[in-house]
């Protein structure tokens, strides 16, 4: 075999075309003119058998552990692929309901809070009247202007006075 | 755990769903492929078994063809979490898909061939999220490499001392290439698969293989070449410094 012959061989099986002859493999070892056309080729293929070969049996083989693991795998997908059309949409839309119903939620409290804010200054004023309505008769205080309170026979007399005067006039 | 499969996966969607859209074949057993195109008739009353609802039967499938996917998921990947999750992803495909099975076709094949859509499927998604950035090697790293192309032997292959260093130097080279290029580069040169052979488990033309082999080792040689135009001017830099003022 020519080196050109050996070149083409070497080049058909590097593209997987069929592993080199022995004839070109001797070749290739003792001519330094083909070593260097195909050095690229020759170490790619030495470089990727290195990087494929396991370091340790361990590595191609399944852990103990990976059945288990594929079980709870399988369980997972066939409950996610078993859901009905609407069990799924409702499972995609799970976060933005989650959302929504604390929106829902905070706006609820926020509006009980105001009305039980409302009623109790009403209340307020209910017990003001309560108090004033709760006087004995006799005590009873009628409010004038500038804060000031009379009782009920105080505003009477002054009243009768008044007219009184009015009478001499 | 005793849950019948029956026609659970003819209303699950392809196992090899987002390959089949860039033209990979799907997980479809009529098209059968590989190195031993063996059907063993265990496997079939395996999946008779499986398909019947029985948990157990199917633990079995796992365990006899656990090891080959673990081994395709290895020749693409180096971390032992990544093969893990390839191998259970390629198990629960397997799992759901069972029904599509055609009996009399090779079940290992069909199973490999799911494996390898999902490396696939994985280099592809760590190329979207921009993991490999890694252009640059050590110093010791970069003169080992120049050593080996100055000195490539079809019959000498790395020591077990070389391998590592060679996997690591690798992975960073790898690190740079496309998703297809790295896929034809794995199975040629780990799975040692032929033309023939990836042509049908890929569902390409044997052209279209031969093409897109000839790309990757031309991108594999850019990459190499690349390193070793970077030591050079590493090593020129060094010495201007050393004869410098």
Redesign the interface.
């Known amino acids: 075999m020519n080196c050109a012959q050996v070149q083409r061989d070497?080049r058909r099986s590097?593209?997987?075309?069929?592993p080199?002859s022995a004839e070109a493999?001797r070749h290739?070892?003792g001519c330094r003119g083909c070593?260097e056309a195909?050095?690229?080729?020759?170490?790619?293929?030495?470089?990727?058998?290195?990087?494929?070969?396991?370091?340790g049996e361990s590595?191609?083989?399944?852990?103990p552990f990976?059945?288990t693991?594929?079980?709870g795998?399988?369980?997972a997908?066939?409950r996610e692929?078993g859901l009905s059309p609407w069990e799924s949409a409702v499972m995609a839309a799970r976060g933005w309901l989650l959302a929504f119903a604390a929106v829902v939620a905070v706006m609820c409290a926020v509006s009980l809070s105001s009305l039980r804010d409302g009623p109790g200054q009403l209340d307020v004023a209910g017990d003001l009247n309560a108090e004033v309505l709760a006087l004995p008769p006799g005590t009873e205080n009628i409010l004038i202007a500038n804060g000031e309170s009379l009782s009920n026979d105080a505003v009477l007399s002054t009243l009768v006075n008044e007219e009184n005067n009015h009478g001499r006039k | 755990m005793k849950t019948a499969v029956v026609g659970r996966p003819a209303a699950m969607p392809r196992a090899t769903a987002s390959s089949q859209e860039d033209g990979l074949a799907s997980a479809s057993p009529d098209n059968p492929a590989g190195k031993a195109a063996h059907v063993d008739p265990e496997d079939d009353a395996l999946i008779e078994r499986s398909l019947g609802g029985d948990e157990d039967a199917f633990a079995q499938l796992v365990a006899r063809h656990g090891r080959r996917v673990f081994t395709i998921a290895r020749h693409f990947f180096r971390s032992p979490e990544t093969v893990e999750d390839i191998a259970q992803e390629t198990f629960t495909k397997v799992y759901f898909s069972l029904a599509g099975y055609r009996r009399g076709a090779s079940f290992e094949q069909w199973v490999a061939r799911i494996a390898v859509n999902n490396c696939y499927d994985e280099l592809r998604r760590r190329k979207k999220r921009s993991e490999s950035l890694l252009t640059e090697l050590a110093e010791d790293d970069a003169t080992w490499l120049e050593t080996k192309l100055a000195h490539v032997s079809f019959e000498r292959h790395f020591s077990e001392g070389e391998r590592a260093l060679a996997a690591e130097v690798t992975d960073r080279l790898l690190s740079g290439l496309s998703p297809d290029d790295r896929l034809i580069l794995v199975l040629l040169h780990a799975e040692e698969s032929s033309v023939r052979e990836i042509a049908e488990m890929l569902g390409w033309s044997e052209a279209k293989v031969k093409i897109r082999a000839f790309r990757a080792r031309h991108a594999m040689r850019r990459a190499l070449e690349r390193l070793s135009l970077a030591e050079d001017r590493k090593r020129k830099g060094a010495r201007t410094q050393t004869v410098g003022p």
Do not use: W
Request: zero cysteines; a positive charge.
């Open positions: 070497a590097f593209g997987g075309a069929r080199a493999r290739l070892d070593r195909l050095k690229y080729d020759i170490l790619t293929a030495e470089l990727m058998r290195s990087y494929a070969t396991p370091r590595e191609v083989t399944p852990s990976f059945l693991r594929l079980r795998r399988l369980d997908e066939r692929r």
